[in-house]
């Protein structure tokens, strides 16, 4: 009887260690056989809460209509690279394979990065697109950079510059 109605699933969530919560889902068999190993992927939260599964194929499909605009526009693209959850950072690591960064200079990878889409909202959101990119980087161009954090480093400065250099002058 279990089969027939669905099994049910514990999904778990966080969004600050102090705000865990359980939800529980119930699956049909079909759903469940959907969702194979190779589809999905645990991905492990820098706190020490527990994991979640996220679909990477629905990540990556995600990402490759985001990366043609696909039914999105420019300005939609931001919006869903910036969201701070499991699924949105599957989608950004996604979508940042389809930029091909080698041997290019920090300046003209990000010029690249950024020419293809329009880079929109409050700042918190903007830093974690620009994250994703300085990750992106450092992993096309390895021994450029001794971490993450000081690719991240010098494209906020480069960012900060060309803003200032190119800002409105009121």
Do not use: W
């Not at 027939?4 to 469940?32: C, M, R, W």
């Not at 690591?93 to 003209?108: G, S, T, V, W």
């Amino acid at each position: 009887e279990a089969e027939a109605e669905g099994e049910e699933v514990i999904i778990e969530s966080f969004t600050h260690p102090n705000n865990y919560q359980k939800d529980s889902v119930t699956l049909t068999g079909q759903q469940e056989s959907k969702m194979s190993e190779e589809e999905s992927v645990t991905l492990k939260s820098p706190c020490t809460q527990p994991s979640k599964t996220v679909e990477l194929a629905s990540a990556s499909r995600l990402a490759k209509r985001l990366f043609n605009l696909e039914g999105f526009k420019k300005s939609d693209v931001c919006h869903h690279l910036s969201k701070n959850n499991d699924f949105a950072r599957a989608v950004a690591e996604e979508y940042l394979k389809h930029f091909n960064l080698e041997n290019d200079r920090i300046d003209c990878a990000l010029r690249k990065f950024l020419n293809q889409f329009c880079l929109v909202g409050e700042t918190q959101e903007r830093e974690r697109v620009l994250q994703h990119f300085s990750k992106r980087y450092l992993d096309c161009n390895s021994g450029l950079f001794k971490s993450i954090d000081s690719v991240h480093t010098l494209t906020c400065a480069l960012m900060l510059l060309n803003s200032d250099l190119h800002g409105e002058v009121r």
